[in-house]
């Protein structure tokens, strides 16, 4: 027989050529867990890498947007919680282009400390002023701090060129260790307040302006670990954003883009299944129209699985996937449309009070972690903020429901108050360990990043870090998963 033609033989020759990995075919459907901004931007980012056909169910018990949520007061809508956004958080700023989204007009406010008897660090309108201020009071301390956070921030951007080259983790310690080595893992293990007292911050400074900025961020004290503060005290330092029209049109853009089957039902658990030699995961749930179940290829739990936060059941895995301990702090928002009681500050005239915004220090006595001004989600261009002594929409955060006499005592009266009870972050000095991300072969949990920061971009991050790793180990390509010395290989690569 006569040997084949070249012409034949070449494509033969390609297709044998072509590594294994890239002939697997994509998962046919992947199950998302909470319409949070994690599950929105998980599902947007498994698209992304996995292509259009794959069916995307996200799974949704109540609105689409998780604790990015508004409240009306008026007809206008506020956000119910702090929802700033850091100048350098590079994936919100991408949803927003990608969505055709804008940045709030910024209203300017200023801001002060309250001990709960006397201001003890007013914001002026002066720049330089403020900065003799905190010289005056601390010394050096603000200076050292700039120069923590900064050092720890630069170190953080390195996980934007990581992702962008297709390199992923499949651990928060492997993460961690690849943006900050040793260091940033020790991090997670020790208060800012110790970390911040090594590189020459005053105890003075952080009991006065560290203990306020995570009063008002995390509800929590200075023994918040170093990771967590560190990111916390960035959006503080630095100059922030919010979406016009509100934070939660991300997520419910996300999905509309990514044309994701949202089905209204409440996870209660997860059952792993064999088919071909496969795993085969079906997600049980329950919704307005009772009880229901489906089979997916993989799973992303974007939701908390720490038992104070769910009832869900993990059935067929072998071992048995493990509880997460921790716990997870109270927080209430209050939004009150009133009059201030700017007598209660020390402002026996309201018309002279000049601040938008107060934190607390870590004070018995206190019973509000931090209040402020707010505006709306949409701002005219005619849009100003309301004078102290008008009738204005407060956000005040709190460790426990306002009772009537507090109410009294920051407001000299009010039309409504809209109460919002969470349990929106970790206990983070109860936490030991942090969670896992690979739960089982493809099956992944994202909200565990919340144990070393929680923050938009941080479950952005995160989001994209389980895309990856999800693509990357269904398409056994071990390259770009847990690699050491990334700086490295990046600069190889460009």
Not at 21 to 47: D, E, H, K
Not at 190 to 196: D, G, H, M, P
Not at 320 to 349: C, E, K, M, R
Request: proline share 6%; hydrophobic share 45%; aromatic share 12%.
């Amino acid at each position: 027989m006569a040997p084949p033609p070249a012409a034949l033989l070449l494509p033969v020759l390609a297709a044998l050529m072509v590594p294994a990995t890239a002939t697997r075919t994509p998962p046919r459907n992947i199950a998302v867990v909470g319409a949070g901004l994690g599950g929105s931007a998980v599902a947007y980012f498994l698209q992304q890498h996995f292509g259009p056909q794959v069916q995307l169910d996200v799974f949704e018990p109540a609105g689409v947007g998780g604790r990015l949520a508004t409240v009306t007061v008026n007809k206008q809508q506020y956000e119910s919680r702090g929802a700033s956004i850091h100048a350098l958080s590079l994936h919100m700023q991408d949803f927003v282009k990608i969505l055709g989204l804008k940045h709030r007009r910024e209203v300017a406010g200023k801001s002060a400390i309250f001990s709960g008897e006397h201001f003890i660090l007013e914001e002026t309108d002066w720049y330089l002023l403020n900065l003799f201020r905190l010289w005056w009071h601390y010394g050096i301390s603000f200076l050292r701090l700039q120069m923590w956070v900064e050092g720890v921030m630069e170190k953080f951007m390195r996980i934007y060129k990581y992702q962008a080259h297709g390199y992923a983790f499949s651990s928060l310690e492997e993460l961690l260790h690849s943006l900050g080595g040793d260091a940033f893992i020790n991090m997670t293990q020790r208060s800012v307040a110790e970390s911040l007292l090594e590189v020459g911050v005053t105890q003075r400074f952080v009991d006065d302006v560290i203990a306020a900025v995570l009063r008002s961020s995390y509800g929590q004290s200075v023994l918040v670990p170093a990771f967590a503060g560190a990111m916390s005290l960035a959006g503080a330092q630095g100059s922030t954003w919010e979406v016009e029209g509100g934070n939660k049109l991300v997520c419910s853009g996300l999905l509309k883009l990514t044309k994701a089957n949202i089905i209204p039902a409440r996870v209660t658990g997860v059952s792993l299944h064999s088919s071909e030699g496969r795993a085969l995961y079906q997600v049980h749930y329950e919704g307005s129209e009772g009880q229901g179940s489906a089979f997916y290829d993989m799973v992303v739990v974007t939701t908390p699985l720490h038992p104070s936060r769910s009832n869900f059941t993990f059935e067929n895995f072998e071992p048995p996937i493990a509880d997460f301990p921790g716990a997870f702090q109270p927080s209430v928002t209050s939004v009150v449309h009133g009059y201030l009681n700017s007598s209660y500050f020390g402002f026996p005239d309201p018309k002279l009070f000049p601040f938008a915004s107060i934190l607390t220090t870590d004070t018995p006595d206190l019973f509000f972690n931090a209040m402020d001004n707010i505006c709306p989600v949409n701002i005219s261009a005619a849009f100003r903020r309301k004078q102290p002594q008008e009738a204005a929409v407060w956000r005040v955060l709190s460790p426990q429901p306002l009772d009537k006499p507090q109410l009294k005592t920051l407001f000299r009266s009010y039309y409504s108050v809209q109460v919002t009870e969470w349990q929106t972050y970790p206990r983070y000095d109860a936490a030991k360990s942090l969670p896992p991300i690979v739960l089982h072969d493809n099956l992944f949990y994202l909200s565990g990043v919340e144990w070393v920061a929680s923050s938009m971009e941080m479950i952005a991050v995160a989001a994209k870090n389980v895309a990856l790793l999800a693509y990357n180990r269904w398409h056994q390509d071990l390259e770009k998963i847990d690699q050491k010395d990334l700086m490295h290989k990046v600069k190889t690569e460009l």
